[in-house]
Each structure stands twice: as structure tokens, then as C-alpha cells.
């Protein structure tokens, strides 16, 4: 099943004039679905509404985890399965384990957050996400309004604001979404 | 609104608006290749060409065609892939320590400067496996257990500990990497004009689209990146001194090695890096992006650096003396004086003699001059390694087994072969992929660019005191 659903877009050329125009735009009640910039502009996730991103939690979890690995793969190898005589020194030399915990401890926390990163953004070789104006990424910043979540003012009325509140142009589109 | 500083030089010139960034940075990835790369491309396969003959002749005639002997049982072998190790670790300073610091410098340098050290560290991990002797077996430094022989690896040897560091090191460096070309291959798959170039950018920007959303995750995961990769490249040259100042060989049984390799290969990582981005600026009509300002940053970062290796020379050579040991002193003096006193000397003057040129401020600001600098750094950075390794393993406790170690052809083949595949790999690099981070330059554009070229809006006050007061 498909359905056809209309947006506004307000193409806009200066990020301050983006950040004015969301505390605007939301003050009057106007509901933002997403806005769409060619860097990240500071001060945009509170303007917005966007949350701290959790990964950094996700990162020491994943990094614990590379620790406990490497720590577990060196006691069991040297100290429990075959302990090996070296020097007449301990099987169990912890200071020697130190450099391969450290290791495993990075690059499980970083590749974990990495894939963490890209599931939860929905990014990955064949995705592809909507690009409702593809100057966004070039030098335009762009906020997308859905239509029927707005449905308090009329289309002319939200072009009216977004106009009013300094965008350059604005755009309909329509996106047939696949259910 | 731009704010320009009257106190720093703006990083960005030629009054650039953000479409500008975009067009000057996306024209050789889209455009037919200049003649000058083809001819670069060429010579460096050519190159290559004969590094393989080379490295093909040492795997299956064995490591006796290296000059090797039953004294110098590391040579030319260890000290590439030292050499090439160390130059590396610019690529990570640059994208992981300056951005912790905030030096916004960086932004234009750190695109090149990663993707050298994913190319010197592929590099590096050639020579790992030349060495072995027996490449098809190198398997066998991982921990899999009984069934490949009848033990675990050693733990605490530092030579596993480099498996684990250097794997560790390449992973993260192009997961790295990568995510930061995510933001810049959306852009090159939007202005794309034709299909097959749409569907290779699209496949490898994995569905970018900017939203404000994916930025705040992005720009969580780059800072956490950058996090981890501080302490890991300064554990990576941390375990490869310890492979030496583990062992009892009089001249690496010493505690200076950690800090010392990783401010040498500091040191000559960034020249390498100004090496690379010199010509590049130049080719791909890039001076407004990597301008002189730069160079001279990168110029102070060499001068640290390798005034901090010559202390450390100096103190190395004041503690063979003052530890009193025998054969450690005389390590020293069989440096300096011994039959490789001539690649001590070079090592001396390439690394902390010619450096300090550029306490002066026109030497450091002329582009020839860092240029030609900036090769002799990495000469002497080469000499570092190969006297540490060759002129200590020389002569140690034994004199009846004193011997001299010379190349052959196949160690410059083999060597040749390195600087074949990183020619060739940063050429495809720099036509196939942007060599300038587009999104982070146009994020600092406002504050470091030279002009004003933003609208003055109501609110535009707050956000003057916001710029003014990041500087």
C-alpha cells in the first residue's frame, strides 16, 4: 500500500536566518518535521527540540564490553588453558595484559558506536533516505513542514510564515511513501 | 553573519561563499584527471610495478635476499615499517588532538592528512608481513589456539601487542575516516550529472540526507571517535618502542623510547603531511583552502616536535654515559663514531638541526623552504629508526660476532614497493574522493573566513557575541 503525502519545503541561505526562523516558526505552532543542513549549525538541537544523542553511553558500553573480552581471552589463554613458563615470572602477568585490553577496549567501542550510529540513523550502503531539496547539501538549509501534521493553518498561510520568517523560497512536494 | 578577527589570520581566502566551497573542492573529483595526475599515476604504478617484481622475489625466495646476516637480523625491513608507522600518526593528530583542542586549522588539512595515514599504515603492515618470511603463516600471530600449532600467542610479548594496536589502529582510522566522507559523497551524489557516478556516490554515502537529527548523532560519534583515537595513536608508537625498549639490546633497553618515538613520529608525520598537501594545493588549485597560515601552524608543530627529539638524542646519550653501564655507553659512542657514523650525523642534522630554521618567521612561512624542509625531515626520520635498529643490533655483548650490515637491491625494491602503493592509493584517493572536508570547512567558514558575505538579520546581534566569543 502507498500514500501520497505533500510537504512544504523552506529553502533558506544563512544558518542564523534557519535558527531564527525554527524558534519562530515554533513559537507560532508550526510543527518542523526535519530541517536539512549542508554542516551541522550549532545551536539547532535545542532550537529544535532534539535530544542529546545517547551514543557516547552506547560507546563505554560496547568499550566495557572489549575490555571484559580481552581480559577474559588473556587469563583464560596464559593462566587456565596453557599456562606458559616465561622467565620463571607469573602466568598471570596483569601489567603485561594492559596494551591488548586497551586495544580491544577501542576498537570495540568504536566500531560498536560506529554500527550503533548507522542503525539508528538508518545509514548504510543501499539506504536511501529522502532528500526533499539536494542543494541542502551544497550550500541551501532547508526545513520540511508535513502538510497534514499543519493542518491548522492552509498551505498559503504556512508559505506565508516560512516567507515572512526569511526563507529564500518555498516548495511543495509530494513523496509517494511505500507501507 | 561573518565576524573577522583582527587578530588571527582568516583560514579561508578569496572571499568564498559556501557554493564556492563546494565548486572548487567537488571540480576534480568531477572533472577528467589533469595531466599531471595522469603522469603521477603512471610513474607511481610504474613504480609499483617494480616494487611487486620485488616483494614477489622475497616471498618466494625467502629473506635471504635481503642483506641480512646472523647479527642484523632487523634492518631495512623494521625500519620502514617504523618510518612508516610514525608518519601515520600525523593523520590521527591532526583529525582526533586538534579537533579536542578545537583548532579550527584543521579542518582543511585533515581529510588528506587521514587518508595518508590509512595509506602509511597499509605501508607499514607490508613490511610487517615481508618480514615474516613467511607471509602465508601470519595467521599465526593471532590467538587461535591449538589447532594452528600448540600454543597461544605470548601476551606479553610486545610483538603481539603490535598485532592487536596496529589492526586496532587501521580499523578505527578508517572507520574514521569514513564516517567523516559520509556528509561530503551526499554532496557529490546530489550535483552528480550522470548515472553510474549517482549510483557509486549514492551506494557509498549510505543514504545521507543532513537532517538536523543525523548531524547531533554525527557530531557525537566524531567528538567520541576523536576521544579514543588521542590515547590510541599514542599507544600505537607506545607499543612499537616497546618492541625494542623490551628487549636487553644495549641503545633500546631504555625508558625515553615511548615518548620519544611518538614526538618522532609526530614530527615526521606532519612533514609528510606538508609534503603531500604542498603539491596538492598547488595541482588542484587549492591555496585558498591551505593557506600559508596553515603551513606555518603545521610548521610550529615540527619545530615542538623536533626540538622535543633532540632533547631526547641529547638524553639518551647522557644516560649512556651516567648509567654507567659498559655496553650501553659505548652503544652511543659506536653511533656516533662507529662505522654508521655517517647516517648518526645525517639523523642529527636532518632531525634537530635543520628544524630550527624555522624559529624564523620567513622560513616558516616560505613555501620552498618547507617544502624542502619538510623532505629532509623525513630523511632524517628514516635515518632515526635505521640507527637505532642497525647500529645497536651491530655490535652488541659479543665481539666475535660483530658484523656490518648494506642492502641490496631487494631491500630498495621492497622499500621502493611501499612508496609505490602509497603514491598510488593517495593519487585515486585525491581524484576519486573529496581532499578537502567540505561540511567541516563550510562550518567554520563564518569565523575564519576573510570577508563579510552574511545577511544582517534581527536577531544577528546574539549570534556576533556568540562568534566573537569563541575566539
Known sequence: MSEVKSYLIGVYDDDDVLLSAIKSLREKGAKILDAFTPFPVHGIDPALGIKRSRLPQAAFIFGATGTTCAISLQTLTLGWDWPMNIGGKPHLAFPSFIPVSFELTVLFAALGMVGTFLL??????GSKKT?????????????????????????????EMVKASGASEVNFKDIVEKH | MNVTSSVREPLILGGKTLADITNDICRQVEGRPSKSWIIAFTLSLLLLGVGIYCVMVTWFVGLGVWGLNK????AWDITNFVWWIGIGHAGTLISAILLLFRQKWRTSINRAAEAMTIFAVLCAASFILLHMGRPWLAHWALPLGNTYGTLWVNFNSPLVWDVFAISTYFTVSVVFWYIGLIPDLATIRDRATNKVSRLIYGIMAFGWNGSAKDWSRFEAVSLVLAGLSTPLVLSVHTIVSFDFATS???GWHTTIFPPYFVAGAIFSGFAMVLTLMLITRKVFKLEDYITVAHVESMNKVITLTGSIVGIAYITEFFIAWYSG???????????????????????????????QLFWIRSVRRSLVATFVLSIIVNIGMWFERFVIIVTSLHRDYLPSSWAYFTPTWFDIGDYANSFGLFFTLFLLFSKFLPVINMAEVKAVLKSSGDVQTGQAQ????????????QH
Open chain 2, 71 to 74: 647479527t642484523v637480523g632487523w
Open chain 1, 120 to 125: 539508528s540513523s538508518g545509514l548504510g550502503p
Open chain 2, 248 to 250: 636487553l639490546v644495549p
Open chain 2, 325 to 355: 653501564v659498559e655496553y650501553e655507553g659505548y652503544a652511543f659512542i659506536n653511533r656516533a663514531t662507529g662505522p654508521y657514523w655517517w647516517s648518526y650525523w645525517a639523523m642529527m642534522t636532518c632531525n634537530v638541526i635543520s628544524p
Open chain 1, 131 to 159: 532528500v526533499f531539496d539536494p542543494r541542502s547539501s551544497d550550500d541551501k538549509f532547508v526545513l520540511v513542514f508535513d502538510l497534514e501534521k499543519n493542518n491548522q493553518f492552509t498551505a498559503d498561510q504556512l508559505t
Open chain 2, 458 to 469: 534581527p536577531n544577528s546581534s546574539s549570534s556576533v557575541k556568540q562568534s566573537v566569543s
